[in-house]
């Protein structure tokens, strides 16, 4: 079991930054990959950014590439997401996800086997 607790979320106007934390704990060394996942109200839960846990390899969706960064310091099992220029479009419930075992497709829901419980990140126009 791997348990995942998101921070960081909160109201901003446009064009300010938030800090996102995703704090893991359990069997953590089972984690290949973590995932950051938003879902806005009416529409699918949608992929924004992955990490490997190990590695540290990056993936990025396109409409946050140049705006977002992932990092991750495994001494203390947590993943950041710094958000930059935000916009009202970027408002959502954002969610972390890992994936364990083997690697599945980086950016589908159903590759992730453990998810937080989610933080609200609103931005105004």
């Known amino acids: 079991q791997v348990q995942l607790v998101e921070s960081g979320g909160g109201l901003v106007q446009a064009g300010g930054s938030l800090r996102l934390s995703c704090a893991a704990s359990?069997?953590?060394?089972?984690?290949?990959?973590v995932g950051w996942f938003r879902q806005a109200p009416g529409k699918e839960r949608e992929f924004v950014v992955a990490?490997?846990?190990?590695?540290?390899?990056?993936y990025y969706a396109d409409s946050v590439k140049g705006r977002i960064t992932i990092t991750r310091d495994n001494a203390k099992n947590t993943v950041y997401l710094q958000m930059n220029s935000l916009k009202p479009e970027d408002t959502a419930v954002y969610y972390c996800?890992?994936?364990?075992?083997?690697?599945?497709?980086?950016?589908?829901?159903?590759?992730?086997?453990?998810w937080g419980q989610g933080t609200q990140v609103t931005v105004s126009s």
């Open positions: 996800a890992a994936n364990i075992g083997s690697p599945g497709t980086y950016y589908s829901s159903g590759a992730y086997n453990y």
């Open positions: 359990g069997r953590t060394s089972s984690v290949y990959r």
């Open positions: 990490i490997g846990w190990s590695g540290g390899r990056t």
